[in-house]
Every structure is written in C-alpha cells, then in structure tokens.
C-alpha cells in the first residue's frame, strides 16, 4: 500500500484532487485507489485511470467503484473508491 497525500489542482477549475490510498495486488492484477475530491461526482460514477509506460498509455475502466462523503471533515470533500484489473506491463 502507498500513501500518497500531496493534493493536485485541476487547472482552471480549481478542484483538488489528493490519492488517499493507492494499493497494488500484483498476485490479483488488482490496483485499488482511494481518491478525495472537492467536487460531489453523479452517482455511478465510472472515471477512466490512465496509466503512462514508457511512450505507451493505457486506459482502465473500473471493475468496481463507488462514492460517497468523506468522513471527519470540516471541508465538503467526496470520497471515490474504484479497483481496477491492471495487467503487468
């Protein structure tokens, strides 16, 4: 499991997005992600994870996701959990 906590801003919408929790299962080919947001996404929400190798770029619909408020905050944040089938490059 890797805990990315730094924030990053959309440009020129002014969202943060910050990576909560980031966890790969290579015996399982699963990558789970965690994601905090400022901005409440429509409800299924399936974004696509793009994933950079090298000079080649993958594209990953979930297999699994969903949202919902982001506990123990005073800030309206939204937490999205998605599980994507990550084949090994």
């Known amino acids: 499991m890797t ?3 730094r924030a990053a801003t959309t440009p020129g919408a002014g969202r943060v997005i910050r990576v909560e ?3 790969y299962a290579p015996a399982d ?9 400022s901005l409440e996404l429509a409800s299924p929400a399936s974004p696509t994870l793009f994933v950079r190798s090298e000079a080649v770029e993958h594209e990953y619909s979930p297999l699994l996701a969903c949202t919902g408020r982001a506990p123990l905050t005073d800030v309206e944040e939204w937490l999205w959990r998605g599980a994507f089938a990550i084949p090994p490059t």
């Open 29 to 37: 080919l699963l990558l789970r992600l965690s994601v905090r947001l």
């Open 3 to 5: 805990d990315l906590s």
């Open 21 to 23: 929790r980031f966890e």
